[in-house]
C-alpha cells in the first residue's frame, strides 16, 4: 500500500488531460495504472477534467468498466471504492472499441477526443506487449493524434524496450517515424521510485559527499536487486528475457548512472540525460572472449521460501524443462573515466533469493592502518548503504569504541530512514504518470541511453545464446557460484543484504 501523492510534494499542477491507454484490460493497467490513477485524482495530480479512455477489443463498456472496479477492489482496496466513490471515478472513465492494428480504431479514438470537447491535450499509455508499441504510435500518426497543434500528445512505452541491441535501434528508428522524441516517455520504473530520487538529493544536497565520492575513498560499489518472489505468471516474457534484460540492462544500469553521474548543470531532463550518457559511454566495453570473467549467471532450483516449498524455475508453467534462462545474473562493470577508474561497480539481481531488498551500497577504502592496537577487531571499512525497498532509508556503517577502558572496535550503524512508513512513499507509477502529465523527462530514458546500454550488454547476450546449462542455486537461499569470484577484490566480498 503506497500513500497518495500530494501537492506540497508537487512543482507543477497538471492541466486536464485525455488519459489513453492502450492494453486496458491488462495486468498493468488493473495492478498499477487505475490504482494510480484513483489516488492522483483524489489528490488534484491530475485534474478533474481529465479523461481516462480505455482502448478494448472484445469487452462491452459494461464489463470493462467491472473490470475495473474489480481490479481496484483486488489491487488498491485502501482507496475503498464504495458506491458513491465509483461513481465519481467511473464518470471519467470512457472506452473505445478496437483493435490495435485497424486504422479504424485510432479514427475512432480521434473521433472520440473530438466529441468529448474540453482539453486537446493527450497522453497514450502502452500498456501493451512491446511488438504492440510502433503498430499504435503508427496508427496514432495515421489517425492525426501525434501532431501537438492544439495541445501535448505524449507517448508512455513500457520497458522491455527491445531485446537486444538491434531490436532496441529498430524501434526507436520507427517510433521516431511516428512521433518525435520529445514526445516519448520510455518508462523505467525504478527512477520512480522516492528512494531513487533521494540518492540523487543525498549525492548534490549534501556538501559532505562530493570529496567522498570518487575512486580515491570508494572501494567498490554493489547495486542489488533481490526478490523473493519467482517468475510468476510471466514465463513466456522471462524465458526470453532472463534476469539480464529484465532487470540489469534496465533498472539496475540506469541507478547505475545516477550513483555514478557527474552533478548536472541543472536538474532538468537533458541536463540530467547527458550526464547519465556519458557514463554509459565511459563503461568498459566487454572482450567476448572474457565475458565469463564478469559475469555469474544461475537459475534457481527447488527450496523454500518463508517456510513454503517452492518449485524449480524448469518446473514453473510454461517453462521449458531444459531451460538455460539465468533467473540470477551478476555483472561486474568498470567506468573508465577520472572519477571511477579502478572502482568495480557490482550489479546483481535474482528471483527466488532469500530476502526481498534493493539497495545500492557504497563500500569505502579500508582504514590504512590500524591505530589502536587491539586484540578485539580492527576496523572494518565504511559502508554507505542506501535501502531503496523495503524500509527505504540510508545505513551509515562506522566504527566506534565499545565502552570500557579498553579502546576496542565495535562497529555502529546509523539509520536515517527516508520515511517512517512505507506506506507513506508515494508509488513510482503515480510519480511517473506526473511527470508525463507536465512534460518532465527526467526520470525517462532517452533514445541514445537506451542504445547504450544494450551496447554495452550485447557480448553478454552473445555468451549467454551459446550458452547449454546453467547453475543452480536453492531457491531461498544466497547459495550462488561465483559470487565470491565475482567481488574477489572488493572489501568486504560479496555483500548480501541483511
Ligand atoms: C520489473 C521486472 O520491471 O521489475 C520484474 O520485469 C521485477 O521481473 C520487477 O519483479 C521488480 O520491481 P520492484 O519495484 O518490485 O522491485
New binding site residues.
Given amino acids: 500500500m503506497t500513500a497518495p501523492l500530494d501537492q506540497r510534494f508537487c512543482n507543477e499542477s497538471a492541466d486536464p488531460a485525455n488519459i489513453v491507454i492502450f492494453g486496458a484490460t491488462g495486468d498493468l493497467t488493473k495492478r498499477k495504472l487505475m490504482p494510480a490513477l484513483v489516488r492522483m485524482l483524489d489528490c488534484g495530480l491530475v485534474h478533474p477534467e481529465s479523461r481516462i479512455i480505455g482502448v478494448v477489443r472484445d469487452m462491452s463498456t459494461d464489463e470493462w468498466l467491472q473490470l475495473v472496479r474489480d481490479g481496484l477492489a483486488e489491487f488498491a482496496p485502501e482507496v475503498g471504492m464504495d458506491a458513491e466513490r465509483w461513481q465519481a471515478f467511473s464518470a471519467a472513465l470512457k472506452m473505445v472499441h478496437g483493435d490495435l492494428d485497424d486504422d479504424a480504431t485510432y479514427g475512432r479514438l480521434a473521433e472520440s477526443l473530438e466529441q468529448l470537447g474540453g482539453s486537446r491535450n493527450a497522453m497514450f499509455y502502452c500498456a501493451i506487449p512491446p511488438r504492440w508499441y510502433r503498430v499504435a504510435a503508427r496508427g496514432l500518426n495515421r489517425a492525426g493524434l501525434t501532431a501537438e497543434d492544439e495541445g501535448y500528445r505524449r507517448l508512455v512505452i513500457e520497458?522491455?524496450f527491445g531485446m537486444d541491441l538491434a531490436s532496441a535501434r529498430e524501434l526507436n528508428r520507427e517510433l521516431q517515424s511516428f512521433i518525435n522524441e520529445s514526445q516519448i516517455y520510455r518508462i523505467?520504473?525504478?527512477l520512480g521510485?522516492e528512494s531513487v530520487q533521494n540518492l540523487l538529493v543525498y549525492r548534490f544536497a549534501n556538501s559532505i559527499m562530493e570529496p567522498l565520492w570518487n575512486r580515491n575513498y570508494i572501494d567498490s560499489i554493489q547495486i542489488s536487486?533481490s526478490?523473493t518472489?519467482g517468475?510468476e505468471y510471466?514465463a513466456k516474457?522471462?524465458e526470453n528475457?532472463g534476469?539480464l534484460r529484465?532487470?540489469i540492462q534496465?533498472?539496475l544500469m540506469q541507478v547505475m548512472t545516477l550513483v555514478a553521474m557527474e552533478p548536472p548543470v541543472e536538474f532538468t531532463a537533458d541536463a540530467v540525460r547527458d550526464e547519465k550518457m556519458k557514463v554509459l559511454r565511459a563503461v568498459r566495453r566487454f572482450e567476448p572472449q572474457l565475458v565469463a570473467e564478469d559475469t555469474v549467471a544461475a537459475q534457481y532450483a527447488s527450496g523454500s521460501i518463508d517456510d513454503a516449498a517452492v518449485p524449480a524455475y524448469v518446473s514453473e508453467d510454461g517453462v521449458a524443462p531444459d531451460s538455460s534462462t539465468e533467473t540470477f545474473a551478476a555483472v561486474r562493470f568498470q567506468i573508465d573515466n577520472w572519477r571511477w577508474q579502478g572502482v568495480p561497480f557490482i550489479l546483481w539481481s535474482g528471483?527466488r533469493l532469500k530476502k526481498?531488498v534493493?539497495e545500492v551500497m557504497i563500500r569505502f577504502r579500508k582504514p590504512p592502518f590500524n591505530l589502536f592496537d587491539t586484540q578485539a577487531s580492527v576496523p572494518a571499512a565504511n559502508a554507505l548503504v542506501f535501502r531503496?525497498?523495503p524500509e527505504a532509508g540510508v545505513v551509515l556503517r562506522m566504527n566506534a569504541k565499545q565502552p570500557g577502558l579498553t579502546t576496542d572496535i565495535q562497529r555502529l550503524v546509523m539509520r536515517a530512514p527516508y520515511a517512517d512508513d512505507d506506506a507513506e512513499v508515494a508509488d513510482?507509477y503515480e510519480i511517473l504518470m506526473h511527470d508525463v502529465l507536465t512534460g518532465d523527462g527526467t526520470l525517462f530514458s532517452r533514445s541514445d541511453e537506451v542504445e547504450e546500454s544494450w551496447e554495452i550488454v550485447e557480448p553478454i547476450l552473445q555468451a549467454a545464446k551459446e550458452r547449454v546449462s546453467i547453475d543452480r542455486y536453492r531457491a531461498g537461499t544466497w547459495d550462488i557460484r561465483g559470487m565470491e569470484t565475482l567481488t574477489r577484490d572488493c572489501v568486504g566480498g560479496w555483500h548480501r543484504p541483511s
Fill in positions: 520497458k522491455p523505467d520504473h525504478y521510485k536487486v526478490e518472489l517468475i510471466r516474457y522471462y528475457a534476469a529484465d532487470m534496465s533498472h528471483k526481498k534493493s531503496l525497498q513510482a
